[in-house]
Each structure stands twice: as structure tokens, then as C-alpha cells.
């Protein structure tokens, strides 16, 4: 089975990326081999920006898209959007991809389930 989640918001403000992380965290760890894939777009791309401190017994963005990775998922990031926010490869968190919207498509038709946050 393969799960693609598509990541809009920014990663702090509002808890979508934090739920939808969850989710995709949870999927791997219950269902082990469940391909998980995670698109970041619009505002959601800065989530995979390196280096970002948060304070403590606050949820870490970074960590979880790390656990995403770890698990074997993988985390792709709009290029368009990074570009718009001044972000490069080498900005992002090890293991996070840059991407394009023709990455994205090919996701979506491989994909069992597309879910959208």
C-alpha cells in the first residue's frame, strides 16, 4: 500500500503538518513496508529547512520529517516553492529531496491513497 501526503501550511501556526506527519509516522510504524511519500508545497516546503530550533516540549517539525526518512519515506519538496523562499538543497533536512510538479503527478498516480493537509 502507498500513501501520499501532500503538506501545504507552514510548519509551525497551525498543526496540519504536525497532524499530517503524524499520521504518516503512525502508518509506517503500524503497517511496516507501507511506502509512505511526503510532498511539500507552498508554505509547508520551509518545513524541511535544516537547523530549526523550536522550544522545548514543542513539537520539532525537522524530527519528524527525519523519522519519515528513516523509516524509508521519502520527503519531497516543491522546487517552485523553495525557490519563491529563498531555500536550496543544501538548506534542507538529510534525506529531503527537491522536486517538481511532475514528480509530484507521478506520485499521485502511483499512489493508493492521496491524502491532502
Do not use: W
Amino acid at each position: 500500500m502507498t500513501t501520499l501526503f501532500i503538506l501545504n501550511d507552514p510548519p509551525y501556526g497551525t498543526e496540519r503538518v504536525y497532524n499530517g506527519l503524524r499520521l504518516a509516522a503512525n502508518l509506517q510504524r503500524l503497517d511496516e513496508g507501507h511506502d509512505v511519500a511526503v510532498f511539500l508545497m507552498g508554505d509547508a516546503a520551509s518545513a524541511a529547512k535544516a537547523g530549526q530550533k523550536v522550544p522545548d516540549g514543542y513539537y520539532n517539525i525537522n524530527k519528524m520529517l527525519g523519522n519519515v526518512v528513516r523509516r524509508n519515506g521519502r520527503v519531497l519538496v516543491c522546487g517552485t516553492c523553495m525557490d519563491a523562499r529563498g531555500l536550496t538543497q543544501d538548506d534542507l533536512i538529510a534525506g529531503a529531496q527537491r522536486s517538481t510538479l511532475d514528480e509530484l503527478t507521478q506520485e499521485t498516480l502511483a499512489a493508493d491513497k492521496v491524502l491532502v493537509f
